[in-house]
């Protein structure tokens, strides 16, 4: 089956207590076992739930995986794959990932003993030059937050077979729809849901998708002793937003391909950031391993942080917020919203300066979210 068939109807059947087209939410924390010691397959909500589980099934065939979790959030989703660590080992991040995932590495398991090393991941020596004897894992994202910069998954992959370290992909951005890591080699993919597989900006959500059934069975197990699983409810809106994935991944790439291209033009505007832009660093890795470029832009407003704060206060389509991947616009300042938790040396060494703005592109016309901008940069 074709990806847009297999997100409508994938891990989906009719329930089969009542014939329902649509999968039921189980809005239940436990299930009656039917005699001592034997259950229908499901116990307790934390560890199982039907809901979930056709979600979990459909994010796992989506991605080509052997299964997945579905989480509580993005970051529950991270935080239990962290977990695979143990004290004392080493992880290699990529410099640029999500703020979350800076202060996850950064504070919270450092504390709990395993040391990180953030690091730009474009460069195949510099990737092993920085294994250590302890290096137990490489986590990357591509394109990344909010810098949109494309990692090489198969070089990250041959990298990582060769010291026997295990890789994970953060495939919120790109979505399977554009990029499946485990066809490349990656050995975890993790998703924040709230962002395109929900896409309508009513959920918080995460996925883990592994691509053994080891991988899974052990993100399984963290899964229900961590208790981070996600709700019935939030899965069945991700189920829902899944079934139009597809088409609102081209229609809004198709738009921020038409956005990125009047930014690249307009002379308030000193640098555009678009994986699809041909003088974009990644743009070939991206046209090699993706299916499209995505639908994040993020620019640089020339003049000092009055011409930025002007911008981010006169756009009335894009709504000034954190998150992305909705079918709403948004528009946000990295350095003090989406990236805020990363220390300032830290941003100001890869990149994301205070001039730096991030657009989340919709499924608005693409004609409005223009005059959109283009008002809010005069004067600026
Ligand atoms: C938002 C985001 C996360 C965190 O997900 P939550 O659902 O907010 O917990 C992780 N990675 C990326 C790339 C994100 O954009």
């Given at each position: ?237 991700v189920l829902r937003g899944i ?90 300042h990295p350095a003090t919203m ?43």
């Open positions: 089956m074709k990806f847009e068939t297999l997100a409508v109807h994938g891990a989906q059947q009719p329930d089969p207590s009542t014939g329902a087209l649509i999968t039921p939410i189980y809005q239940t924390s436990t299930f009656v076992f039917e005699d001592v010691g034997k259950t229908r397959g499901y116990d307790y909500s934390r560890t199982s739930n039907p809901t979930r589980k056709v979600l979990e099934d459909l994010i796992s065939q989506l991605e080509g995986g052997k299964g997945a979790c579905a989480t509580a959030t993005g970051m529950a989703a991270e935080t239990t794959v962290a977990c695979l660590l143990k004290q004392g080992d080493h992880v290699i991040c990529g410099d640029d990932v999500y703020g979350g995932t800076y202060r996850l590495f950064d504070s919270v398991m450092r504390d709990l003993g395993v040391d990180c090393t953030f690091l730009r991941l474009d460069d195949r020596s510099r990737l092993g030059a920085a294994v250590r004897p302890n290096t137990r894992m490489i986590w990357l994202e591509t394109p990344s937050n909010p810098l949109l910069n494309i990692v090489d998954l198969e070089m990250v992959a041959e990298v990582a077979g060769k010291h026997n370290l295990l890789t994970v992909a953060d495939n919120t951005f790109a979505t399977p729809y554009l990029l499946r890591p485990i066809d490349y080699g990656i050995d975890i993919v993790v998703h924040s849901t709230t962002k395109y597989l929900n896409g309508h900006c009513d959920v918080v959500g995460g996925a883990i998708v592994a691509s053994t059934e080891e991988l899974a069975e052990k993100v399984r197990y963290l899964t229900n002793a961590m208790g981070t699983p996600a709700s019935p409810f939030d899965c069945w809106l079934k139009t994935l597809a088409i609102r991944m081209r229609q809004q790439e198709a738009t921020a391909a038409v956005i990125a291209r009047y930014l690249k033009k307009h002379n308030r505007i000193s640098r555009v950031y678009y994986p699809g832009l041909e003088d974009h660093p990644g743009h070939e890795t991206a046209g090699r391993q993706m299916k499209g470029f995505g639908a994040v832009v993020s620019f640089e407003v020339k003049g000092g942080l009055e011409a930025v704060n002007s911008v981010l206060s006169k756009t009335g389509i894009f709504a000034l917020a954190e998150s992305l991947g909705g079918v709403d616009s948004l528009i946000e989406s990236h805020a938790s990363m220390p300032e040396p830290a941003r100001e060494t890869i990149g994301i300066g205070p001039q730096l703005i991030r657009l989340s592109i919709g499924l608005e016309h693409v004609d409005d979210l223009i005059e959109d901008l283009e008002q809010a940069l005069i004067g600026t």
